[in-house]
């Protein structure tokens, strides 16, 4: 580096979301270190660029204008003067401001900040004042933070979610099992359902107490870590949140009542109460989908010196292109996992050599669930991938690698994302086109269309997406055969292996849901809601991040060996009635 680099680049050393403006000129050569770059967060002060004409005041102008309009601030462009400044009296009745508010044209409207503010018309002469009137960024609720620790922020986020949304799915499927198995004890009168279904709405109730433990500690970090986006945002989304809460309640109600009632209630009214636990998980998790579709295809509001106004949070929420494919293809994942996890317990019972007529039905349900929902959720995603290529094309290149634009583009089978291409994957020509747009010569939008500061991780997201699908895949197989055998036969298929791959089935179908989860939140990076707010401007400037992480991490330890060790207790309980348990 040479002394002229070292000197500026110190000099714009700067820390957070700044804006580039290029690299320095020393003695007509292009020096790549020198990078100049202004912070954002001093871009609330008033500016003049500068220059004879033809040294690029237009073009800086036009960067400026462009990435400031990147990260969310509303950027207005007015031509003041063609003649050098002089001094200019205002005329009556109009104030300094709204001269330069005067035509302000590219505000922040429904959906999206626009990407690219056209090019400033008749900027010339000796001077060019600054056009840019920065009416205040989705930042401004609180300011833009310097938070060293945004990394850390974002993977003690990430482990909250981890460690809750195998409990969703729990929430969403399992009740549904629970009571089938007690309807199908009303219908036949055998009593082996009743003692499943009661030993079930015990695991229930744990795995809900302990959803509400993560689901609260979710819902603060929400607050803490990101006020910027709750500030600003939350009258937008906070329909969907305050739904929840009230589900949520009519959930904990109705999951007392059903586990303490077994031999309180009549069998009927019994398995009524068991019906609102159904609606109540269903409609709970539906709400926070739909505030992630949301996040992700942001719109139902309009942005105006960094507040919302015009909101409608009806149409935000569930009139936005995500919600459907999002809320399917969640739930189906819901019924994959609690199916194949609640399975998988019983298969390796059955590999175990306890082959009861109880661990048998126990198995055969749960699984019969999952294997329908695999094969349709291969659909389903095939669905889910299109919708992101067409509102998400920088996600959809990260999730295949795509550095560039391409027509007919190629489908990249595992290898790793160097920057520009992928390397040592199994190149399939064209399937990447096929399989976004139905078409094999259809234009795929490649990574280089966006600065590298507005492209995600590539190499994260391509393995999360990489493994999701593969388990999804080997899932959907189970499934098939499963299906088929069931139809030819009438019983479970009866091989070992079988058995071993339904053991296998409950782990792979947790992690495909999280690599799911890390394909959709990663592949928004660097977005907090796509296209309007950077995570870097929702984040909270607060101290002690570290110490929140390392204690969460230490408290999720500790729960995960608590609902380990509840779960074995439960399992290990002796049956009130033996006979149903090894009868037949
Ligand atoms: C087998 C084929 C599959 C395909 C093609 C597929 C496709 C996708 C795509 C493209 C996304 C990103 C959506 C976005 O960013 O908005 C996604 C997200 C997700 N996937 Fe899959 N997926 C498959 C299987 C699975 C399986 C088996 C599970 C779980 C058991 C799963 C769970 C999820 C979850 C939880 C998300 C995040 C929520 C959402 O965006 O809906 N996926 N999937």
């Known amino acids: 580096m040479t002394a002229f680099s070292e000197t500026i680049a110190q000099a714009y050393a700067v820390d957070g979301a700044a804006v580039d403006l290029g690299r320095g000129v020393h003695e007509g050569a292009l020096e790549a270190d020198a990078v100049v770059r202004l912070p954002l967060a001093t871009m609330n002060r008033h500016g003049l660029i500068a220059g004879a004409t033809g040294t690029g005041k237009t073009r800086t102008l036009q960067l400026l204008a462009e990435q400031l309009s990147d990260a969310g601030v509303s950027v207005f462009r007015r031509r003041l003067q063609r003649r050098p400044l002089r001094a200019r009296r205002p005329r009556r009745g109009r104030r300094a401001g709204a001269e330069a508010h005067g035509r302000a044209r590219a505000a922040v409207r429904g959906d999206r900040v626009p990407r690219r503010v056209p090019r400033a018309r008749g900027v010339t002469g000796v001077a060019a004042h600054l056009l840019l009137a920065a ?15 945004l990394f850390e922020a974002r993977q003690m986020q990430a482990l909250s979610f981890a460690a809750h949304i ?4 729990f929430g969403i499927a399992f009740p549904a099992f629970v009571v089938f198995v007690e309807w199908l004890h009303l219908r036949t009168g055998d009593p082996l359902y009743r003692v499943l279904a009661r030993r079930w709405s015990k695991v229930m109730l744990a795995l809900f107490a302990v959803g509400v433990v993560t689901g609260t500690i979710l819902s603060f970090e929400l607050g803490l870590l990101w006020p910027n986006f709750m500030a600003t945002f939350g009258d937008v989304f906070g329909l969907g949140f305050a739904i929840e809460g ?6 904990a109600i109705f999951i007392g009542i059903y586990v303490y009632g077994w031999d309180r209630l009549s069998p009927r009214a019994h398995f009524l109460c068991g019906i609102p636990i159904v609606v109540a998980g269903f409609a709970g998790s539906l709400m926070v989908i739909a505030v992630n579709g949301w996040m992700n295809h942001p719109g139902g509001f309009e942005l105006k010196d960094g507040r919302t106004i015009h909101v409608h949070p ?23 996992v609690a199916g194949f996890a609640t ?6 019972a059955l590999l175990r050599g306890r082959d009861t007529r109880y661990n048998r039905t126990a198995l055969v349900i749960p699984l019969a669930a999952a294997a329908l929902a695999s094969p349709v959720q291969v659909v389903v995603g095939d669905w889910v991938a299109r919708d992101v290529a067409q509102a998400q094309p920088v996600k959809l290149a990260a999730l295949e690698g795509l550095g ?20 040592y994957g199994i190149r399939i020509p064209k399937l990447l086109s096929l399989l976004a747009f139905h078409d094999p010569n259809a234009t795929v939008q490649g990574l280089d269309t966006v600065p590298v500061r507005d492209q995600p991780p590539v190499n994260v997201v391509r393995f999360a997406f990489q493994t999701m699908v593969g388990i999804g895949t080997f899932l959907a197989l189970i499934g098939v055969f499963y299906a088929a055998t069931w139809y030819r036969v009438k019983r479970l298929p009866r091989s070992v292996w079988f058995l071993r791959a339904v053991v296998a089935a409950g782990p792979l179908s947790l992690v495909a849901l999280i690599a799911g989860w890390i394909t959709t939140e990663v592949g928004r990076q660097p977005w907090i809601v796509y296209g309007v707010m950077r995570t870097s401007d929702a984040v909270t400037g607060a101290g002690g991040i570290p110490v929140g992480y390392a204690t969460l991490a230490l408290v999720y330890a500790g729960l995960a060996v608590a609902v380990v060790w509840l779960l074995r207790r439960l399992a290990r309980a002796p049956f009130a009635d033996p006979e149903a348990h090894v009868a037949g």
């Open 314 to 336: 009806f149409a935000a929420l569930f009139e936005n292109g995500y919600f459907w494919h999002e809320l399917v293809h969640m739930y189906l994942a819901g019924y994959i």
């Open 404 to 423: 560039t634009t391409e027509r007919g583009a190629p489908e990249h089978l595992l290898g790793w994302y160097d920057g520009h291409e992928v390397r």
């Open 343 to 348: 399975a998988s317990v019983y298969a390796w």
């Open 246 to 251: 009230i589900s949520f309640f009519v959930e």
């Open 135 to 149: 009416a205040g960024s989705t930042s401004s609720a609180f300011g833009p933070s310097e938070q060293k620790y």
């Open 166 to 169: 195998p409990l969703v799915c």
